[in-house]
């Protein structure tokens, strides 16, 4: 099959969160099991192009409508790691800019990439199987193929839209379809990208859950959440209006960037093919990097932007309740809230002189990879949680993951003390109540089995070291939902 990734954000170009991670990931084993795949993504300002293999820009400029004027962009061809990935450079100034997101005209900036993209596809002349878009900043794509492109001759199978997190949904005016040359005011129908709390507004994402031929989210369990009204983001009607389009597929993890065996950022090198010994060694010597003092209580951390979603009252309570029964704990957190990051900035003046605790407010990939190998546990007490890549990266580093049971928390994390879970799934720790309760207990339950249960807490870290989180098993649902798609279509 053809397949086009067309995204936002490829990891490690140009990344803020999951879905960073997801298109390489998929895109890698799409490749090896033989498929077409091409990654279209716009030309940032900061992407560096010593990272790619091969970095060609191509002879031919496409051109792209919006008012009145057609734009140039360049067109960029990389390779990494075997990827084909293509970057869009628009002359217009929406990519030459410090950051990915946070700017007054991002729907604007994302709706003209979406449009440049499919100009670039059309004159490149291939017929393509599926086109996966992702999130909302891709979605326009859905009614701009529908509507413009595909009398002009673009030839697609199927669209497929995954959403990563349904509360993003790329709320704008009509305006910004109308200077893509669609008649903005016309798709202010529910069927089509009417926005249900702003009904002079377009939705960007109902708008692809409408119009495409298969929608995916990023976890079965999250998948059966957002039908319910308290998750759904106010697109319950239109979720259930295409539930026949609807699939959950979890997230595969990078097994070439989180790989304990091979990671640059750790004392000492382990994998779950090492004895448990051996692990809990290696992980003591990493832990040491952060403590020097050499110390037998449990170490907990959390990794996660502190955001509403991540649950940051509940991280601020099981920091404070950790210290308390005497673990330690290490928090590497980002906040762009100025409320939130003030708590913390408190949290961490309150705990100035406690050796035992850590709390590093940045967005730091190196210190991420060390506080896995280090940590005895990881908390994700989310308020709701798509998929989460982080209690799969805690269990391939052998650091048990404390969760809340929401999305695709509870479709890989499987309770100890659960005894409707098999022995051999049994990985981690589980709570369902959004309060400081609900995880301080879980806190106790772990912290007890570490210092009160060594073997049983041993066979944990075997146990969720074993999982599977490949992204092979998914690749092969995707592979199936593309299959579905491109057989409706002659
Ligand atoms: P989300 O995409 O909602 O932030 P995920 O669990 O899907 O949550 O992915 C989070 C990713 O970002 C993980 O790879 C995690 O290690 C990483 N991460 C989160 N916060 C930080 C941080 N402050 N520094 C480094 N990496 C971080």
Not at 81 to 91: A, H, M, R, S, V
Not at 297 to 325: D, E, T
Not at 447 to 471: C, E, G
Request: overall charge positive.
């Amino acid at each position: 099959m053809r397949i086009i990734q067309i995204a936002a954000e490829t990891a490690p170009i140009a990344k803020v969160g999951g879905m960073g991670d997801v298109i390489p990931g998929l895109s890698y084993e799409l490749t090896q099991e033989g498929h077409d795949v091409e990654i279209i993504l716009p030309k940032y300002q900061f992407i560096d192009k010593k990272i790619f293999s091969s970095f060609r820009l191509s002879g031919q400029t496409i051109l792209c409508k919006e008012g009145r004027k057609k734009y140039k962009n360049r067109i960029y061809h990389c390779r990494l790691q075997g990827l084909k990935i293509t970057l869009i450079d628009p002359e217009k100034d929406y990519f030459h800019r410090p950051n990915i997101y946070g700017y007054k005209d991002d729907t604007a900036r994302f709706c003209y990439f979406a449009k440049a993209a499919l100009e670039y596809l059309l004159a490149r002349g291939r017929p393509i199987d599926v086109l996966h878009m992702h999130d909302w900043h891709t979605a326009v794509i859905a009614p701009l193929y529908r509507n413009m492109f595909d009398d002009r001759g673009l030839r697609i199978k199927g669209l497929m839209l995954t959403i990563h997190n349904l509360a993003y949904q790329g709320i704008a005016a009509t305006w910004d379809l109308d200077r893509l040359g669609l008649k903005g005011k016309s798709y202010l129908k529910d069927h089509l990208l009417q926005d249900g709390t702003n009904p002079r507004d377009i939705n960007l994402l109902k708008g692809a859950i409408n119009l495409c031929d298969a929608v995916t989210v990023v976890s079965p369990t999250y998948s059966k959440e957002i039908l319910e009204k308290k998750n759904s983001c106010g697109l319950k009607k239109t979720l259930l209006r295409n539930h026949y389009k609807l699939t959950g597929i979890i997230n595969g993890l990078d097994s070439l960037f989180w790989d304990p065996k091979k990671d640059l950022n750790l004392a000492i090198n382990y994998s779950n093919d090492s004895s448990i010994s051996a692990i809990l060694e290696a992980k003591a010597a990493c832990k040491r990097l952060l403590f020097p003092d050499k110390s037998k209580s449990p170490l907990i951390g959390c990794i996660s932007r502190l955001v509403p979603q991540k649950g940051p009252k509940l991280i601020k309570s099981a920091i404070i309740h950790s210290l308390k029964k005497k673990a330690q704990f290490a928090l590497l957190g980002s906040s762009p809230i100025k409320s939130i990051e003030d708590e913390f900035a408190q949290l961490k003046k309150h705990l100035e002189n406690n050796p035992n605790a850590i709390l590093n407010f940045e967005f730091n990939d190196h210190f991420s990879h060390l506080l896995y190998g280090a940590c005895d546990f990881i908390i994700v007490p989310s308020y709701f949680e798509p998929c989460g890549l982080t209690q799969m990266i805690a269990m391939r580093y052998g650091a048990i993951p404390i969760v809340r049971k929401t999305g695709g928390l509870a479709d890989t994390v499987f309770d100890i003390d659960d005894p409707a879970v098999p022995n051999s799934k049994k990985n981690g720790f589980v709570f369902s109540q959004y309060t400081a309760q609900g995880i301080n207990k879980a806190l106790d339950r772990a912290i007890n089995i570490y210092t009160r249960h060594p073997s049983k807490y041993k066979k944990m870290v075997k146990t969720a070291m074993l999982q599977d989180f490949s992204w092979k098993a998914s690749t092969q649902k995707y592979v199936e939902q593309y299959q579905k798609i491109i057989r409706q279509k002659p």
